[in-house]
């Protein structure tokens, strides 16, 4: 029962366009959305979330949407950079302090 | 220190052979994590502490799988009898309490493969 899902496996994006990576959920309890960033060989690294009560957040050049009735979640990066490129997961959290991850899209900068 | 440390960062074990992997996660962090991220996955539940107090252990696998915390810092996880399907990458975690917005801070892993 998978509650966290990212469909595309990849992406490929030109460098200086937008990157849109998408996650769609299945409980609608859940109070935070976030989205984290994975080089090789390292751990996940917090990139930036939003609560329930939002429908958008901005940081820099990443913004991340919420939209509750179709329990969908995407981040856009704007201007898309080579260092960008990395493995992203969207997690959910409720309540209980766990997160619970998509299984992760590979975004790829192409220069 | 700065930031949440695993070790070992690789460990081979044979099929049947005992492993325990340690995570020293940031100073002050109540609440502590583990998660298992197999190839092509993203990162699974294990277990989570709270200080010393083991909260919640819903996501180990089986009874093979055991992790303690005894002091509230300094967090082992132990695999006996290992298996090629325990073959993953173990991640640690640490954060404040009530980490909903921010996430919690993970250390780079260690990656179990078992032959």
């Known amino acids: 029962d998978q509650q966290v899902k990212q469909n595309s496996p990849s992406l490929s994006v030109q460098e200086g366009r937008i990157s849109i990576l998408n996650c769609d959920y299945t409980n609608s309890m859940f109070d935070y959305f976030l989205w984290y960033k994975k080089y090789p060989a390292e751990g996940p690294t917090f990139l930036i979330s939003?609560?329930?009560?939002?429908d958008k957040n901005e940081d820099g050049r990443f913004t991340v949407f919420l939209n509750k009735s179709a329990k969908h979640l995407s981040l856009h990066i704007v201007p898309s950079q080579p260092g960008d490129s990395a493995v992203y997961f969207c997690?959910?959290?409720?309540?209980?302090?766990?997160?619970?991850f998509g299984t992760g899209t590979r975004l790829t900068i192409i220069p | 220190g700065a930031g949440v440390s695993q070790s070992p960062r690789y460990k081979v074990a044979k099929r049947g052979q005992d492993v325990a992997l340690r995570c020293d996660p940031i100073?002050?962090?109540?609440?502590l994590f583990w998660y298992q991220q197999a190839l092509g996955q993203g990162p699974e539940f294990l277990t989570y502490f709270q200080n010393e107090a083991q909260l919640d252990k819903s996501g180990l696998p089986s009874d093979r799988f055991f992790a303690e915390r005894p002091e509230g810092s300094v967090s082992t996880l132990k695999i006996q009898r290992t298996q090629q399907e325990d073959s993953a990458v173990y991640l640690c975690?640490?954060?404040?309490?009530?980490?909903?917005?921010?996430?919690?801070?993970f250390g780079s892993g260690t990656r179990l493969t078992v032959v």
């Open positions: 939003i609560s329930s009560i939002k």
């Open positions: 975690a640490s954060s404040l309490a009530k980490s909903g917005s921010y996430g919690y801070t």
């Open positions: 997690a959910v959290h409720f309540g209980n302090e766990k997160l619970t």
């Open positions: 100073s002050g962090h109540v609440s």
